[in-house]
């Protein structure tokens, strides 16, 4: 007895109970787990096989209606449907079948928009009137196919139909297909999951269009009682279980296709997956029972042969815990793993005892190879704390790039040069980084950082470098600072910007060409000595402001004179006309620079600060010169690619009829009229047609259809409208303007356009009244609220609130021409900047013309030019 309560009461027993009961627990724990994941793994499997075969079919099926809509596109196409003769597609279609493009027994038709067949392949019958269909819902036919939402029946077969839009018919028109359904039963018949699982296709309604085991189906096949359709059709995709009307059970996946009004079930009795369960059960089971049996084997095992060293191991390793190191352990008497810990126990004493007498030397040791790798790193390296003080570690070109003397008691607002608004937002991304580290990603933090780039001017030469960041780690693993790693990346951006220069340049020379094949050699050269002048007068401007800025600074003096203002804003006109003629020609590198300079004189009439004045003028300056040699690169290439030849005047050839006529008229019989009218003739002789002298608008209008993603139309009127070849030279500017506007925010955006207005146009008209040459340019657009440019000429000051109310809507609309004043809220590369109407007004006064408005909100805006032009 007493040995006996001596057992039940050792650490043996203890141990014993412990270990074998949780071993008893865990692995009936995770039997249970076991059981109900292999539960649960089998279901997914059905879940998942079933749902693949039912999007495979619907993915095939998909296929197959689009590759007969493509036949019927291609056959729509053909040259009898585009000529509209009745016999010709008729033949197409008999043609069609015998090319074996559809099964013999399908039947195709033609029909135009009163729903009426006109032809068929068979050739047989009266045509039949399809109206019950609704083949022509609306107006985007054009782009979509025409699918039947309901099955039709012959000899017992299913048919469904599909149609095509023909292009090319003045009146509307579709080829039709009433395809046979089984071309469908060749891809569900092969489809199966399990022993007696099978596919089928059902329309939405629960009829029954295709089944592999019924090959021979009636019309108004209900298969909604056997399951449950509608449930099905209204989630659109997934798995469903059910019973049908005799009580078996079934799992079912399904895919709807929408756009074909059906879709494919997939259908698994119960049964076929309840034996693969009950088989994985009992094998869970049987795998269950044995790791009991092994686990309490090897529990009893270990508690005899473990228990006791350990226990001796205890009591001499707490001399160690009690921080005594120079007592050695006594050796123990167990020879197994135990006895070889205790040797160990022994070791680490002993190496312990030898590490603590060197560590200071150690730790010597190492701060000095920390001080010689931090003397040799390239990169500039240092660490910041989370309230923003620099600690002193760092590498040595730190301080040089940083621009200080020393990073000990220095804050990360003195090593950026950071204003107060900069150093609060880097604070707080410091702080983020203290109490999100955990959970948010370090590359998304590093990415929230404001500074990525840092960049410094030292004895004249600007440096850029490259700021990366990493955590650093305190002894008990907690994050207390942020390393900082800079490097010097200056060469590499310069490198990179001599490559984008040097392509930009060869792109340039591949527009230019392009630019001189497409436009006569006229309006070229005109372009160059246009822009020329341009240049000119923007240099004459750069050297009044360096005077002026010079004798500005000599004065003390901030304020600006009208006159110097002016001056700018002429300037900026220039640049702004300069980067519209280059772009609607194709000279994107001219039209580049024009876009910089134009943003750099803009910072220059808003810039207060003398140095950064001081500092955009020379940025300003350094571009024009640009701007002239990026002018000399194309002139030279243009001379490069034209010959010298005499001049030549371009005649029409209808022109040249007209003048043989009344020349030959006049040889029979002497006649007033006819030689008024040859006059007539011989004064217009190098007139050319105004579609031709208005390409350069026509290509303005293609780039910016490609840069701002819209369809804009552009048409000339009249369609025979004949012009002197210089006459649009006048107001060449002008119109450049009015166009770029209408295409950026004159003419919506494809969303934002309503169906009702039609395609996207602009119209120029040529006419004359009373001897003046008359240009109207229209577009239909979002039109011009004189309201808004009137509140917005408010809130400039450009106007008075008594100015605003006496106006009336034809002023306020002119209003546009202001300098400074633009319809649309935001700035672009294309127009924004209240430029372009001041640089048309500007364009009509110094050829005595004027113009007029008209706009009408939401359906367009139409410009009247007049001016004074000879025949």
């Known amino acids: 007895m007493k040995k006996r309560g001596n057992f039940f009461s050792s650490i043996h027993f203890k141990w014993l109970f412990l270990v074998t009961g949780l071993i008893f627990l865990s692995v009936i724990l995770s039997g249970l787990v076991l059981l109900r994941q292999t539960r649960r793994v089998v279901y997914e499997n059905i879940y998942s096989s079933t749902q693949n075969t039912a999007n495979m079919a619907a993915m095939q099926i998909r296929q197959e209606v689009r590759g007969v809509y493509t036949d019927l596109q291609l056959l729509a196409t053909t040259p009898a449907f585009l000529s509209f003769e009745r016999d010709g597609i008729s033949n197409a279609l008999k043609n069609q079948l015998m090319q074996n493009i559809f099964m013999p027994d399908e039947h195709i038709s033609v029909i135009t928009s009163d729903n009426m067949e006109i032809?068929?392949?068979?050739?047989t019958g009266q045509l039949r009137d399809r109206s019950g269909e609704n083949l022509f819902p609306g107006s985007n036919l054009a782009s979509q196919p025409y699918y039947s939402k309901e099955v039709k029946?012959?000899?017992?077969?299913?048919?469904?139909?599909?149609?095509?839009?023909?292009?090319?018919?003045?009146e509307r028109g579709y080829v039709l297909a009433d395809i046979s359904l089984r071309r469908f039963w060749d891809i569900i018949e092969p489809l199966r999951v399990s022993a007696s699982g099978h596919a089928y296709i059902v329309f939405s309604n629960g009829e029954l269009l295709a089944h592999p085991d019924r090959r021979s189906v009636t019309s108004q096949s209900d298969f909604s009682n056997e399951i449950p359709v509608k449930e099905m059709f209204e989630q659109g995709s997934g798995n469903i279980e059910f019973e049908d009307e005799q009580g078996n059970e079934y799992l079912a996946s399904f895919h709807y296709i929408s756009e074909l009004g059906f879709g494919v079930v997939v259908q698994v009795p119960a049964a076929d997956f309840r034996a693969q369960l009950i088989n994985a059960i009992r094998y869970t089971a049987m795998a269950i029972l044995?790791?009991?049996?092994?686990?309490?084997?090897?529990?009893?095992?270990?508690?005899?042969r473990m228990v006791t060293p350990i226990k001796d191991l205890t009591k001499r390793s707490l001399v160690i815990a009690q921080g005594d190191l120079n007592t050695p352990l006594p050796p123990s008497a167990s020879k197994d793993e135990i006895g070889v810990l205790a040797k160990n126990f022994e070791s680490m004493r002993a190496n312990l005892k030898q590490y603590t007498d060197n560590l200071q030397e150690m730790v010597d040791e190492k701060v000095k190879q920390n001080q010689e790798i931090l003397s040799n790193i390239e990169n500039g390296l240092f660490t910041v704390n989370f309230d923003g003080t620099l600690n002193p570690e760092s590498s040595s070109v730190t301080k040089e790039m940083l621009g200080l003397e020393q990073t000990q008691n220095s804050t990360i607002q003195e090593a950026f040069q950071f204003d107060d608004q900069q150093n609060e937002h880097f604070l707080q991304w410091l702080k983020l980084v203290q109490f999100r580290h955990k959970s948010l990603s370090w590359k998304k933090i590093k990415r929230l950082c404001p500074v990525q780039e840092f960049n410094r001017t030292a004895d004249g030469e600007r440096k850029i470098y490259s700021v990366d960041y990493q955590k650093m780690f305190d002894s008990k693993d907690n994050m207390n600072k942020v390393m900082?790693?800079?490097?010097?990346?200056?060469?590499?951006?310069?490198m990179q910007k001599e490559?984008?220069?040097?392509?930009?340049?060869?792109?340039n020379e591949v527009n230019t060409i392009l630019s001189i094949a497409k436009n006569p050699p006229e309006i070229i050269t005109n372009f160059i000595v246009e822009t020329e002048k341009r240049i000119s007068i923007i240099n004459e401007g750069v050297d009044k402001l360096n005077t002026y800025f010079h004798n500005q600074r000599e004065a003390h003096s901030v304020e600006d004179s009208k006159e110097i203002t002016d001056t700018m804003h002429s300037m900026f006109r220039h640049l702004h006309t300069i980067k519209?003629?280059?772009?609607?020609?194709?000279?994107?590198?001219?039209?580049?620079?024009?876009?910089e300079s134009e943003q750099v004189l803009e910072e220059l009439i808003e810039g207060k600060n003398e140095c950064r004045r001081t500092d955009y003028f020379n940025r300003l300056e350094n571009d024009v010169k640009r701007l002239r040699e990026r002018l000399d690169d194309s002139a030279a290439m243009i001379r490069k690619?034209?010959?010298?030849?005499?001049?030549?005047?371009?005649?029409?050839?209808?022109?040249?009829d007209r003048i043989r006529y009344l020349v030959n008229k006049l040889r029979t019989k002497e006649d007033a009229l006819l030689r008024e009218q040859l006059y007539a003739e011989i004064a217009t002789i190098d007139h050319q047609p105004l579609s031709l002298m208005a390409r350069k608008y026509n290509n303005i209008i293609e780039r910016l259809n490609k840069k701002l993603n819209k369809s804009v139309l552009f048409k000339t009127l009249p369609h025979d409208a004949e012009v002197p070849p210089n006459l649009l030279n006048k107001i060449d500017e002008a119109l450049t303007h009015l166009i770029r506007n209408s295409m950026d925010h004159g003419i919506e955006s494809g969303e934002n356009r309503s169906e009702e207005k039609g395609e996207p146009v602009i119209e120029l008209e040529f006419f004359r009244d009373n001897g003046n040459a008359v240009i109207k340019l229209r577009d239909n657009g979002v039109g011009i609220d004189p309201e808004?440019?009137?509140?917005?000429?408010?809130?400039?000051?450009?106007?008075?609130?008594?100015?605003?109310?006496?106006?009336?809507?034809?002023q306020k609309l002119l209003l546009i021409c202001q300098d400074g004043l633009s319809s649309r809220e935001t700035v672009s590369e294309v127009s924004g900047r209240g430029v372009g109407m001041a640089a048309v007004l500007a364009n009509l006064e110094e050829i005595g013309g004027e113009i007029d408005i008209e706009s009408v909100p939401g359906q367009g805006t139409g410009f009247t030019i007049t001016f004074p032009s000879k025949m």
């Open 499 to 507: 490559i984008e220069e040097q392509r930009l340049i060869h792109e």
């Open 119 to 123: 032809a068929n392949n068979q050739m």
């Open 641 to 656: 690619l034209t010959t010298n030849n005499d001049s030549t005047v371009r005649m029409n050839s209808v022109k040249l």
């Open 153 to 170: 029946w012959n000899n017992r077969m299913p048919y469904w139909t599909i149609g095509a839009f023909i292009n090319g018919w003045e």
């Open 484 to 494: 900082i790693i800079m490097q010097d990346i200056t060469e590499h951006r310069k």
């Open 788 to 810: 808004k440019i009137a509140q917005k000429a408010l809130q400039q000051k450009v106007i008075t609130q008594q100015e605003c109310e006496a106006m009336s809507s034809k």
């Open 580 to 595: 519209g003629d280059a772009g609607s020609y194709g000279f994107d590198l001219l039209s580049t620079c024009a876009h």
């Open 290 to 304: 044995l790791i009991l049996i092994i686990a309490s084997t090897v529990s009893v095992i270990t508690t005899r």
